[in-house]
């Protein structure tokens, strides 16, 4: 009777403990990362350059084709502020997959933007994106990479 007495709470602090210490199930952390995706596309659309560093980890890294990776909250930021004058009419993120592992989760989309760049007339952009997450010791989800990869306008639409 004693030690199922104790067994039985040995399992309660566990439980207790894992819960306190931010632990969830992966639909959790899915959920979780979802709505970092939508946060993200949200700040795209506000074109809040804040908005979008402060959802990458302090050592988060952006990569696009054609230009250096970008490391870190300020690098990110710095680049995306010196997008003003660009007006972001549109912004959607869609998730295809996340796959989450301990602490990691990796998730894949698509995203499809309709953006006015300075001067210029709004044109439709979209492609693929990769992002792979990383959850703090607080618990909050923040990108540790995310990597774009622009794909083909639609309907006959030049990029210039």
Do not use: C, H
């Not at 709470?9 to 969830?24: C, E, H, I, N, Q």
């Not at 959790?28 to 946060?39: L, M, T, V």
């Not at 003003?84 to 499809?112: C, D, F, P």
């Amino acid at each position: 009777m004693k030690r199922a007495w104790i067994l039985a709470a040995a399992v309660l602090m566990a439980t207790t403990f894992s819960r306190a210490s931010g632990a969830d199930t992966a639909s959790d952390a899915e959920a979780a990362i979802e709505a970092g995706s939508q946060r993200y596309a949200g700040f795209l659309r506000a074109m809040d350059s804040q908005g979008l560093a402060d959802l990458y980890d302090e050592a988060g890294e952006l990569r696009n084709p054609g230009m250096e990776t970008l490391k870190g909250r300020e690098a990110i930021r710095g680049f995306l502020a010196s997008l003003k004058g660009a007006r972001v009419e549109s912004s959607t993120m869609t998730t295809e997959a996340i796959e989450v592992s301990g602490n990691l989760g990796v998730q894949w989309g698509t995203y499809v933007q309709r953006v006015a760049p300075p001067g210029q007339p709004a044109q439709d952009f979209r492609g693929r994106y990769v992002a792979q997450w990383e959850r703090q010791v607080d618990g909050r989800w923040l990108v540790k990479r995310m990597m774009a990869q622009p794909g083909p306008p639609s309907g006959g639409e030049r990029r210039e």
